[in-house]
């Protein structure tokens, strides 16, 4: 054979790659046992510790055991709110989160997001005596964000996970108005027409206060029957379209323009018909009346933009059909 030609399935010093970093990582990895075995043999096991490995690639592996990325708390809620920002949040969510974390910064702004404890979690929880449900969102946030941080490698764990804030039960229920409320309502605001189709939308459609104060007219297809809710002015952020009963399109004839209404306005003409404003009572009105009028939760889901779930938790039985029948045979 000749010398000059390798074997079969060997290859030459001119095809082979170059393996020096092979070797070196192979003589750090001999090294570092030898001085593990040295140290086992004059340490007890419990006293006996790994030994520092040298400079070289396998050294390498000890990143893995620390933050890659270490962020300030402070710079990290910064940014963690302009990405909420961008995902076009709406404002009273973004406001929210701003007083979540304002709470959370108090004492902790020169923080790293890993030096955060489930401790430090559990006694900000505790400090600022909110009630049970405001407790239990307030952590839910902390811990997104901090599950955002630890995508980001700001950090190794989630520090709000074993934060666990019990659910309240709630036995309130929701504030509805009569139907003869709601007439009384709707008759004190027929000296401006806006007021009148702002209310009116809110009354029979179900639309949240926020929605209907952000609704115009391009949103209602009186030609089509529907009114749609888009998801840039959704509470869910979701579009949903809401069909116009015959109530509501009685109350549209009379003509006015939809636009923002200021909330002082629609106190005042609630107080002039002598009725009671609590929030978002007309929104809660239309959920109870609704689900009682066509007995279909997944209907009045669809329309409301909730879950059925929650509308069997908080509206189911509160009003009889014969009231749900009176509530949407109210016309100007």
Not at 315 to 329: I, M
Request: with cysteine; proline share 8%; glycine share 6%.
């Amino acid at each position: 054979m000749d010398p000059e030609v390798p074997p079969p399935g060997i290859r030459s010093p001119a095809q082979s790659p170059d393996l020096s970093t092979v070797w070196q990582a192979l003589a750090a990895m001999g090294s570092a046992l030898q001085s593990l075995a040295a140290s086992m043999g004059e340490q007890t096991p419990l006293q006996a510790g790994p030994p520092s490995l040298p400079p070289g690639p396998l050294n390498s592996l000890n990143s893995l055991n620390s933050p890659l990325d270490p962020r300030g708390l402070a710079a990290a809620v910064n940014e963690f709110l302009v990405y909420q920002a961008r995902l076009a949040r709406s404002d009273r969510y973004l406001r929210q989160l701003r007083v979540v974390f304002n709470s959370l910064l108090k004492g902790r702004r020169d923080c790293m997001v890993h030096e955060l404890t489930p401790a430090d979690v559990r006694r900000w929880a505790e400090a600022g005596r909110w009630n049970q449900g405001t407790a239990r969102r307030y952590v839910a946030d902390v811990r997104g964000f901090l599950e955002w941080c630890r995508r980001r490698q700001w950090c190794q764990g989630n520090a709000a996970h074993e934060v666990r804030i019990p659910k309240p039960v709630d036995t309130r229920t929701p504030p509805i108005h009569t139907p003869e409320e709601v007439a009384a309502i709707l008759q004190a605001s027929r000296a401006n027409l806006d007021v009148t189709r702002h209310l009116a939308v809110r009354y029979f459609a179900g639309l949240r206060t926020s929605e209907a104060m952000a609704l115009r007219e391009d949103d209602v297809r009186i030609a089509e029957g529907i009114l749609i809710v888009p998801a840039a002015k959704a509470k869910t952020r979701r579009r949903r379209v809401v069909r116009i009963c015959p109530a509501l399109a009685s109350w549209l004839d009379l003509g006015g323009q939809l636009r923002g209404i200021r909330p002082d306005t629609v106190r005042q003409v609630m107080r002039l018909a002598g009725v009671k404003c609590p929030a978002n009572v007309s929104r809660h009105s239309w959920c109870s009346y609704h689900l009682a009028l066509h007995e279909s939760a997944a209907k009045t889901a669809l329309e409301a933009g909730h879950a059925e779930a929650m509308l069997f938790a908080h509206y189911r039985a509160l009003v009889t059909q014969e009231a749900a029948t009176r509530y949407f045979g109210i016309s100007p």
